[in-house]
């Protein structure tokens, strides 16, 4: 038996990269999953890959509250309930601060930290009705270093650490466990976009373990948090990075 079998999760950004990971990772454990993105392309293809009912492509802005609120409420309807919220959706943008476009800021805050905000609130009343849940939030390794261009993305995920703990505090009574997820450098669309070549290189020569994070890696992490495995595990983020920011000089 699965370690999330009977469960039910929703998984915001989870057409394609770590996303997907996380949502083929949940089914494989017996839970049924809605993988929530706003590239239809990819949740076709997740369709035509074929995990029938387990997986249920649902077509959601997390930057639309409205829209959010609608696909939660008629996923937990369809499923029977709610255990589980991954808030993953990303926009990724490199730039020096003064050269960025407000808009792409405002886009980036919308999806990265609005939609998580969006996604918590639609999703705490049904994980309350179930008698408790978890919800594990996308941060990275980037909140602690100092990486050249990358000042919006990582404020928005130095924010998801701070709404980690704070709703574990919040919801912790509820027995709603909020974890945050830290990965590395994973080669996914998104990351690839803005890392290049040398880039990679250079991650890879500074982790410990001489290797990148894959996508299946922090999935497996997320099997975890989502799971009885860590049922005394509140408020932390967890590093999936292969000791890259143990390096010293
Ligand atoms: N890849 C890495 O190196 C890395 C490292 C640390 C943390 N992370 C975090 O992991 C998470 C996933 O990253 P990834 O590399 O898989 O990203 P990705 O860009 O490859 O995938 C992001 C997904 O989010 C979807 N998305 C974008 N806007 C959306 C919206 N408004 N509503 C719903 N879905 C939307 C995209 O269509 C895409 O499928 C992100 O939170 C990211 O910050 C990634």
Redesign the pocket.
């Known amino acids: 038996m699965g370690r999330l079998q009977g469960k039910t999760a929703f998984v915001?950004?989870a057409?394609?990269?770590?996303?997907r990971a996380i949502a083929l990772a949940f089914v494989a454990e017996g839970a049924r999953v809605a993988i929530?993105?706003?590239?239809q392309g990819?949740l076709d293809e997740a369709k035509a890959a074929g995990h029938g009912d387990a997986l249920v492509p649902l077509h959601?802005?997390?930057?639309n509250r409205a829209d959010v609120r609608a696909k939660v409420d008629g996923f937990a309807a369809d499923a029977g309930g709610l255990d589980i919220l991954v808030n993953?959706?990303?926009?990724?943008h490199y730039a020096p601060l003064v050269d960025f476009d407000p808009e792409i800021v405002d886009s980036m805050l919308d999806?990265?930290i609005k939609?998580a905000l969006w996604a918590l609130q639609a999703a705490t009343p049904h994980l309350k009705a179930r008698g408790g849940g978890s919800v594990i939030n996308?941060?990275?390794?980037?909140v602690e270093m100092a990486i050249g261009n990358a000042s919006v993305y990582t404020s928005i995920?130095g924010a998801i650490d701070a709404l980690t703990r704070q709703q574990a505090a919040e919801l912790g009574p509820h027995n709603i466990r909020v974890n945050a997820l830290?990965?590395?450098?994973?080669p996914?669309?998104?990351?690839s976009a803005v890392i290049t070549p040398e880039g990679w290189k250079t991650r890879e020569g500074k982790s410990v373990l001489r290797r990148l994070p894959s996508?299946d890696d922090v999935a497996r992490a997320a099997v975890f948090l989502a799971s009885d495995d860590s049922s005394c595990i509140t408020g932390v983020t967890l590093k999936i990075d292969a000791g890259m920011t143990i390096t010293g000089p």
């Open positions: 915001t950004g057409g394609g990269g770590i996303g929530a993105d706003v590239n990819l959601c802005d997390v930057a993953n959706a990303v926009r990724f999806i990265g939609g996308m941060s990275s390794i980037a995920k830290a990965p590395g450098s994973v996914t669309p998104g990351a996508a």
